[in-house]
T-cell receptor
Framework: GAGVSQTPSNKVTEKGKYVELRCDPI?????LYWYRQSLGQGPEFLIY????????DSGLPNDRFFAVRPEGSVSTLKIQRTERGDSAVYLC???????????FGSGTRLTVV | RKEVEQDPGPFNVPEGATVAFNCTYS??????FFWYRQDCRKEPKLLMS???SGNEDGRFTAQLNRASQYISLLIRDSKLSDSATYLC?????????????FGAGTRLAVHP
């Protein structure tokens, strides 16, 4: 596709449930990033993939958060036992190489009730 | 202390005004600097890169002072369409990749 696609655009879930957020990067982009943006804050880094491997997952807040990119294209961010504090916009971005600028997707707005 | 600090605003200005945003960063190893624009409920989009020599793009001028670890953005002749949040962003390549660190953003509201 022409841009980075994220689905769903909105997700409402109950506290304690499991959610998966999907990111479809620009075709051919090897680098993929997940960020989280809470209300009134800038995006905060979560994880970086180069190809299939998570090269830097230092931004994941705890072990309830996990992300995969099994074939080096689509990535899924998985959150277990969701908490109200997980409510935020989850942004995905991709770049052609690890040193290039990013293109962001439009995000998934997650609300935990 | 946050790595990138910005005045949150909001800045409420009339059309035609000149407005300046400031930003400081704490990591002296930062190598690249940017201003991003984010409209309400949209993703951030690159406005411009920032260089030590200063750079201009139409009504927008960005400046970097590495010694003071300070970045600025000046908007001249503000338009209603400039209303948005402006994010100051730094990156370093210490991990071998372009890791962006965002400030919390400064909100601008331009009114008629």
């Amino acid at each position: 596709g022409a841009g980075v696609s994220q689905t769903p655009s909105n997700k409402v879930t109950e506290k304690g449930k499991y959610v998966e957020l999907r990111c479809d990067p620009i075709s051919g982009h090897t680098a993929l990033y997940w960020y989280r943006q809470s209300l009134g804050q800038g995006p905060e880094f979560l994880i970086y993939f180069q190809g299939t491997g998570a090269a830097d997952d230092s931004g994941l807040p705890n072990d309830r958060f996990f992300a995969v990119r099994p074939e080096g294209s689509v990535s899924t961010l998985k959150i277990q036992r969701t908490e109200r504090g997980d409510s935020a916009v989850y942004l995905c971005a991709s770049s052609l190489t690890p040193r290039d600028g990013y293109t962001f997707g439009s995000g998934t707005r997650l609300t935990v009730v | 202390r946050k790595e990138v600090e910005q005045d949150p605003g909001p800045f409420n200005v009339p059309e035609g005004a000149t407005v300046a945003f400031n930003c400081t960063y704490s990591n002296s190893a930062s190598q690249s600097f940017f201003w991003y624009r984010q409209d309400c409920r949209k993703e951030p989009k690159l406005l411009m890169s920032v260089y030590s020599s200063g750079n201009e793009d139409g009504r927008f001028t960005a400046q970097l002072n590495r010694a003071s670890q300070y970045i600025s953005l000046l908007i001249r002749d503000s338009k209603l369409s400039d209303s948005a949040t402006y994010l100051c962003v730094v990156s370093d390549f210490s991990g071998g990749y372009n890791k962006l660190i965002f400030g919390a953003g400064t909100r601008l509201a331009v009114h008629p």
